[in-house]
C-alpha cells in the first residue's frame, strides 16, 4: 500500500511544485515600475518553507500508481471496491453501508480527493451495498450508474437512492448478462455474467443476492472476477454456462463469505490465485469456516478487510498485488 505518513516532512516533489509557483509569481506578478527594488526585497527575505494543509484526521493518503489499481476498501461489514483505471478513469462497485461523512468510504475518497467517479456500480439493493452511494451521489459528480431493475420490497432507502439518480440525470445502464461494457480504459475488457435487467421486486435476501451484477474485468493479461452477493444455486449455474470463462486471478468472494457462497463448482471454474473477503463485525459468523475451506481447498491466498484493512492490487505490465499489514488465513 502506498501511504504517505501526515507527520512526515514535505515531499520533495511538493516542495519542488511550491519552488515552481513562487519561480511563476516572481517572473510574471512583480511589479513591473520597479521590479529591480523587488527583486532586492525577494532576495533578501527569509527562505520560508510553507507548510502543506494537513489531511483529514486520521485519513490515509493513497499514492496512485500506474497502470490498474484496484482497492478493497475496509467499510466494515459490506462491499466498497474502488478502481483507478488505466487512462485517467476510476469506478466504484458498491459503497459500504455507511452514508457518513465519517464513514470508511467517504474517509477514503477524500483522502485521495476524488470528486468525479466516471463509473459506480451497484451490485443489488441491499443497504451494506448502497448506504455509501447515498453519501458518493450527494458529494461527488458521477458520470454513469449500473443498476439492476430488482426492487427490494423490504427496504425503502434503494428506492431513495434510485431516485436522487434519476433528479441528478445520471446515466444509468441495467446491464445483461453476457454483455460487454465500455469503460473508455485502453486495455481493458469487461464481461458480464449476472444480472437482473428486467423489472423484478422481492424482499427475499436469497432473491436479492442472486440477482447481483457480477462481472470480469480482464487487463494485461490478469483478471478480476467481481460478484457482489452472489450465492450458491446460482454461481453453480454460472459455472455449468461459462466454464473456464470465468477463470480469473482474484476473486472479490460472493457474500461476505457466507456458507452459501463460494461452491466447489464455482471455485472450480474460477480457479483464483487470491481470494478478497469484505467483511467486519458481523452477527452472521462470516466469513464461515466452510467457505474458508473451500476457498483454501481451491489454492487460493485468503485475505479480509476486517483482519488485514483495505488492500490493494496492482496491475501494471506485471500482476502484483500490495497489501496492507495482509495475513492470508
Not at 20 to 38: D, I, R
Not at 116 to 121: A, S, T
Amino acid at each position: 500500500m502506498h501511504r504517505v505518513n501526515q507527520n512526515s516532512p514535505v515531499p520533495a516533489v511538493f516542495k519542488a511544485a511550491l519552488s515552481a509557483a513562487l519561480l511563476f509569481l516572481t517572473v510574471f506578478h512583480a511589479p513591473s515600475a520597479s521590479a529591480q527594488a523587488y527583486g532586492q526585497l525577494l532576495a533578501a527575505a527569509p527562505a520560508v518553507e510553507i507548510p502543506l494543509a494537513p489531511p483529514p484526521q486520521d485519513a490515509t493518503l493513497y499514492a496512485a500508481g500506474p497502470g490498474l489499481n484496484v482497492y478493497f476498501l475496509n467499510v466494515g461489514q459490506g462491499d466498497a471496491i474502488y478502481m483507478e483505471l488505466p487512462g485517467g478513469r476510476n469506478a466504484l462497485i458498491d459503497g459500504g453501508p455507511s452514508r457518513s461523512a465519517t464513514g470508511g468510504l467517504a474517509k477514503f475518497l477524500a483522502a485521495k480527493q476524488v470528486t468525479k467517479i466516471d463509473h459506480v456500480v451497484l451490485t443489488h439493493p441491499h443497504s451494506d451495498h448502497y448506504a455509501g452511494l447515498q453519501y458518493v451521489f450527494s458529494n461527488i459528480t458521477v458520470e454513469n450508474f449500473y443498476d439492476t431493475r430488482l426492487d427490494n420490497k423490504g427496504a425503502t432507502a434503494d428506492n431513495t437512492l434510485r431516485d436522487q439518480v434519476r433528479a441528478l440525470g445520471v446515466n444509468t445502464v441495467y446491464p445483461a448478462p453476457g454483455d460487454r461494457l465500455d469503460w473508455s480504459a485502453p486495455g481493458v475488457e469487461i464481461k458480464v455474467f449476472n444480472s437482473c435487467p428486467a423489472e423484478s421486486a422481492s424482499k427475499t435476501s436469497k432473491v436479492i443476492n442472486n440477482c447481483s451484477i457480477m462481472f470480469k474485468l480482464s487487463y494485461n493479461g490478469s483478471s478480476m472476477l467481481f460478484t457482489g452477493d452472489t450465492e450458491g444455486e446460482t454461481e453453480e449455474l454460472l459455472a455449468a454456462r461459462y466454464g473456464a470463462e470465468l477463470r480469473a486471478d482474484v476473486l472479490k468472494v460472493g457474500h461476505h463469505g457466507s456458507k452459501y457462497s463460494s461452491t466447489s463448482a464455482f471455485l472450480k471454474a474460477v480457479r483464483p490465485a487470491r481470494a478478497y473477503i469484505e467483511v467486519g463485525k458481523n452477527n452472521y459468523g462470516h466469513p464461515t469456516q466452510d467457505a474458508l475451506g473451500r476457498l483454501l481447498g481451491a489454492g487460493a491466498k485468503v485475505f479480509r478487510t476486517d483482519l488485514d484493512d483495505t488492500l490493494e492490487v496492482v496491475v501494471d505490465g506485471a500482476f502484483k498485488a500490495v497489501e496492507a499489514a495482509a495475513r492470508p488465513v
